[in-house]
């Protein structure tokens, strides 16, 4: 079974429209980290934003929020007014707690295209 | 800001032949990895390293993978005989700590051609 889920392969959106990309997870610890990263066509990963399995409110950084559903086990990453340099793939990641198991898990990605 | 960096940033290489990838993970970060991403694809996980020994691997790190951290600065990837399907781009990452709560910050990655 998938660790991580992204259902949306592909996405299209107007500049500076809000936009929600989709992640669901699986993983029977109670402490876990959740990462977004962004990978533009140059390559490079970058660290978007994080959640913690405890953390009680949902996370935010600048125009990045990351909408926590513990129960429903979802994810998801919301860009608010998005612009043209927001169009890159965009990974939905995590990693399991207790330092035993230490690698951040991916998923396969969602590729946003932001129009003018 | 401290930032992962990678060497080379680009590497074409003969099938058989040796590489070594190289990474300076921020000062302060004790915890090291590798991933893999073949083109197209997600991001694979490939070896940690803690306090100067591999802490787990992915069946994909065989006996044709190394690492090693030569000082205290670089973390080197050694792949020994590259074979095509090694074609891929490598990230370096490194975190202060282990474990759910902490971040893993990438390098810019270095891509290889195996022909």
């Known amino acids: 079974a998938q660790k991580i889920t992204q259902t949306q392969p592909g996405m299209f959106v107007q500049e500076k429209e809000a936009v929600t990309l989709d992640c669901t997870y699986d993983?029977?610890?109670?402490?876990?980290?959740l990462f977004w990263y962004k990978q533009p066509s140059s390559g490079e990963m970058i660290f978007l934003i994080y959640?913690?399995?405890?953390?009680?409110q949902n996370a935010t950084e600048g125009r990045y929020s990351l909408n926590f559903q513990k129960a429903r086990k979802s994810a998801n990453l919301v860009i608010s007014a998005s612009q043209l340099g927001d169009s890159a793939m965009y990974f939905c990641?995590?990693?399991?707690?207790?330092?035993?198991?230490?690698?951040?898990?991916f998923g396969k990605g969602t590729r946003l295209h932001i129009l003018p | 800001e401290p930032e992962v960096t990678q060497t080379p940033s680009h590497q074409v290489t003969q099938m058989g032949q040796e590489v070594i990838l190289r990474c300076v993970p921020i000062?302060?970060?004790?915890?090291f990895y590798w991933y893999r991403q073949i083109l197209g694809q997600k991001v694979e996980f490939l070896v940690s390293?803690?306090?100067?020994?591999?802490?787990?691997k992915s069946e994909i790190f065989d006996d044709q993978f190394s690492v090693e951290r030569p000082d205290g600065s670089n973390f080197t990837l050694k792949i020994r005989s590259t074979k095509l399907e090694d074609s891929a781009m490598y990230f370096c990452?490194?975190?202060?700590?282990?474990?759910?709560?902490?971040?893993?910050?990438f390098g810019p990655g270095t891509r290889l051609l195996v022909l």
């Open positions: 990452a490194s975190s202060e700590g282990a474990g759910g709560g902490e971040t893993q910050y």
């Open positions: 993983t029977s610890d109670q402490s876990y980290g």
């Open positions: 959640q913690g399995s405890y953390d009680e």
């Open positions: 990641a995590m990693r399991e707690g207790g330092g035993r198991d230490d690698k951040i898990i």
């Open positions: 000062s302060n970060h004790l915890y």
């Open positions: 390293f803690y306090n100067n020994e591999i802490s787990e």
